[in-house]
């Protein structure tokens, strides 16, 4: 059986071009005058000939050991433009005794003797070759130009009229954002997915799809229903949205050959190119969370969607400072109150033998020091900012560049003495009749000292180059740690977003005690101990727990009673909470155990005794009654005292 092949790709430019049809033309006349007809043809349009995974041309060669005897094409550039798999193919043929006729190129595989061959196949391969790299460089000056027009990303799209300009569109833009927000506060990628799927959002793959339609062109791209995690991380990765433009980001080695990540310093980036959707901050902690989230297998939030709210809003940065594990949160209701705390993972799931203690530490604590250690570092970093005297920096600069400045001096001192070395070892040898290879020997150990010293002083001017600080805006940068800091307190409380911007990580110790390291060098301006806070919070609700026992004129009084009441007063304290103040009581002899439930405490002391034992723990208290305390003392913590003095 005569077979017929015929191939026709973009390698092609129009000075080659031979259509489909007119090779099918050439290799029937050419069959005709052999006397033969074609009895099947097998072809490819428009697949490059670089390549060997053609359709028709495997079909062709699994078909060959079957009922094909003779093969026919117009000339070897059909057959492919890659030489060393087209020489390999004719041996093929040759050891399967099939016959192959290239027409063009008079070639008949059973008659070889043609010793051309190997340079029209090189030929051929060379043309793709140039080929690419033409559009290779093309390509190249217009992404280092910027000029090179891409498809823009989801959130994005072409002005109709002048296509260099990119116009945001703005539900696309808003997922975008909820997208960042999301993740932010504590879901991953597949949380993320799930719930733009569930909210009905479009997918960028419908809303191309969308804007072919309306542009009356369809492509055979696949068009993605649901949101998937890989686009969720395509859009969290893309700093295009920052208004960055980046192009070189992947390129190929070969010819046809798989794309490869180009690395970010070789990549051409145009910063400011477009509008931005999201800001440059919000963009770097997401950057930030990614690589913390990576590095400590964290796998996001659980619990329930209520609009875009994440429970547990130290879930990502609170860890065990004895074993390492994350903490886990744990919700309790009772009755009406709910107590929502951390404990150590491995305690919890393990036990004591693998982390000997909980290591619990009550949300409602945690949130109330990081608050207090934000608002004490808010009025150091005031004072810093008032006090920082850009002097200090030029100062620092000079330094540096004079250090800069003599390292270069004596790295040039060194070039220069293995000039004369070496111009001085040329003239030596040529006079050494005889000892050259002592001379050489001499003058090889003075060369590689010198090139030691050499890139020893490089390798300096290297790290003071990497430790110099070049940028004069040091007082801008702390100016803008105290604006995140000022939003955050005006905010009242704090969300996950607000703790992932100023909290670095947080280990509790055994006793409950949190240790926070913040971010922007705050911790560095101010100490803070939760411990001696925690007692300094304490004293007054000690005092306050004893006029609620003495105003109690029962006799006697009940956990229920006092945390009922100091609950009323602002400070929320469940029975449970209360049982510390109580054993207090009965070690100072206010109280004593009684036999009956329902009341259980005696009250031992009179109303003054307990007033004067009251003043041990916040001054001048003895005229005032548990509300008037209460007041004075939720004013002083919780008041807006932070902003007019210095804290502590």
Known sequence: MNAGYVRLSRDDDHKNYVSIENQKLIINQYAAEQGVAIDRWYEDDGISGYIFDRPGFQQLMEDLERDIDTVYVKDFSRLGRHNAKVLLLLDEFQERGKHLIVIDDNYDSMDSSDDTIGIKTWFNERYVKDTSKKIKRAIGAR???GTLITRPPFG????????????????EAEVVKEIYDLYISGSGYRKISVYLTEQGKPTPSMIQRERELEEERLSKRTVASRWSDGMIKEILDNDFYIGTFRLKKRARNTVHGKDKRVPREEQCVFEDHHPAIIDKAAFALVQELKEKRNRTNYRGSRGQWL?????????????????????????????????????????????????????????EDLMEDVQTYIKMCRNALCKVIATYDLKDFEAEKKSLEEKRQDLYTEINDRKNQLKVLLTQKVKDVASAAGNEDLVKEAYDSLQKDLFAQIHGLEMQLKELDEAAVETPDVKDKLKNALDVVDKIIAGGTLNRKDIELLIERIEVDENGMPEIPLKYGLSNLITYS??????????????????????????????????????KLGLKKTKQSILPYIELMKELGILEDTDNSLKPYNILKSKEEIATLACNYMPDSAKSSAKELSEEYLHYYYGNRWYAGDGF
């Not at 009229?161 to 539900?171: A, F, G, N, V, Y």
């Open 143 to 145: 992404q280092k130009e």
């Open 156 to 171: 994005y799209r072409r002005n109709e009229k002048d296509k260099t300009i990119l116009e945001i569109m703005p539900k």
């Open 307 to 363: 609009g875009s709210e994440i429970p547990n809003p130290f879930g990502s940065c609170l860890f065990c400072k004895d074993c390492g594990s994350r903490l886990t949160p744990m919700k309790r209701q009772s009755g009406n109150l709910t107590r929502k705390y951390y404990i150590c993972t491995t305690y919890n799931t393990k036990g004591r033998r693998y982390c000997a203690k909980a290591h619990l530490i009550e949300e």
């Open 530 to 567: 939760p411990a001696e806070e925690m007692n300094r919070r304490e004293k007054p609700i000690i005092a306050i727990v004893m006029k609620l026992v003495g105003e109690d004129d029962r006799g006697y009084t009940s956990a229920k009673y006092l945390s009922e009441h100091i609950t």
